[in-house]
């Protein structure tokens, strides 16, 4: 495929966000470099949202496109950190999508504005908890708006796989050598490895914490098939038999057990991962009105709907209320999920991000 029969496909979206991954990476290029292109010449008037392959979808922004006629812009990042370090370094777009671990960093950073709620119609019906996650709403600002929640755990093949009890140490299990893998998101991986090793405090590493984790993390290497990022790669590794146990979000469940694959999804001994993931307002936005609008297109029941149903939970509560109750149970989500919330350990901002990137990057080139 040429580059011209590339910008074509996008702007004409025969070619989906994930073909398209695989087509640029095959060539050496990244996916977040694509949009700085072909992004602006999709839709120059409207808003840019830069967020996760897999959410860059219609069903999850149906206001915004009734109000404004077409989608956003729609530039993918594959993790918080690229999508960090390119808003650093001056790439333009309105809003973007971290996790509530990055709030603080972002904001420190300077590359996130305080987002205005009263412009935000859907706001009232957005789960409490959710709205003061980790210095979301610091210093009477609000730099967080929470859209989707879920958890990150082991996933693993029901009739591959022998459990004796549900713990992290699967994933170090030398029975499975080769058939094993892990997200290459260090916030997860390193929470993971220090739960399981027993370090005090897995988002406060001390020194001697990282290299514990840098140990564990080493003696695993051995024992994996690859590091995923590609929750779609993991999902066909799965169903074929190549990986039998990995980390996993839970959207991966379902998606598998619809393809008839035996799969379960654990509450590990030393503890479920929680996560949050939401808006944020770029200092840069060329759009914020734009961009508003799009925030609260993000948080509305219609884009919870399409987001329960893809197998994630959703910040507003009408959501749950409207969802049909055996779709929640096969989701594994309860109806009103507020308890719910409060059991898992939720991602909060790591103190020790970026010596815990280098230990792990050294980790994976074996040095």
Not at 109 to 137: E, H, M
Not at 139 to 157: A, E, H, K, M
Not at 309 to 322: A, C, L, M, P
Request: with cysteine; aromatic share 10%.
């Amino acid at each position: 495929m040429t580059k011209d029969d590339l910008l074509a496909a996008i702007k004409n979206r025969s070619l989906s966000r994930r073909d398209m991954g695989r087509v640029l990476a095959s060539a050496g290029i990244t996916l977040a470099a694509v949009p700085m292109v072909a992004g602006r010449a999709l839709a120059e008037e409207q808003a840019s949202y830069f967020t996760w392959s897999g959410y860059d979808v219609p069903e999850f922004f149906p206001g915004y496109i009734e109000k404004h006629g077409e989608s956003p812009a729609l530039p993918v990042f594959a993790d918080e950190e690229e999508a960090f370090q390119k808003l650093r370094a001056g790439f333009e777009t309105d809003v973007a999508h971290p996790c509530s671990g990055r709030i603080v960093r972002w904001r420190d950073a300077g590359v996130i504005q305080a987002i205005d709620t009263s412009r935000l119609s859907n706001w009232g019906d957005v789960f409490p908890d959710l709205k003061t996650i980790n210095g979301a709403a610091d210093d009477g600002q609000q730099w967080f708006v929470p859209i989707d929640w879920g958890n990150t755990s082991v996933i693993y093949r029901a009739d591959l796989v022998e459990i004796q009890e549900e713990s992290w140490e699967i994933l170090w299990d030398e029975r499975y050598e080769g058939r094993l893998s892990i997200g290459t998101d260090i916030t997860d991986t390193a929470v993971i490895t220090g739960l399981l090793i027993g370090v005090e405090d897995p988002y406060a590493m001390t020194d001697d914490d990282i290299a514990r984790v840098k140990a564990k993390l080493e003696e695993q290497k051995p024992l994996l098939r690859y590091y995923w990022s590609d929750p779609t790669q993991l999902e066909q590794s799965l169903a074929s038999g190549e990986v039998v146990a990995s980390t996993a979000w839970n959207s991966a469940l379902p998606t598998l057990i619809e393809q008839g694959v035996d799969v379960k999804f654990m509450n590990p001994k030393e503890g479920i991962l929680t996560w949050c993931c939401g808006a944020v307002l770029t200092s840069n936005a060329a759009h914020p009105e734009l961009a508003h609008d799009l925030i609260d297109a993000l948080i509305s029941p219609e884009a919870g709907a399409w987001l329960i149903d893809y197998g994630y939970g959703h910040s507003n509560k009408i959501s749950f209320e409207q969802a049909d109750p055996q779709l929640l149970a096969d989701r594994g989500f309860p109806p009103d999920p507020t308890a719910y919330l409060q059991q898992g350990i939720f991602s909060r901002d790591n103190k020790r991000l970026d010596d815990l990137q280098q230990m792990f990057e050294a980790v994976q080139a074996g040095t």
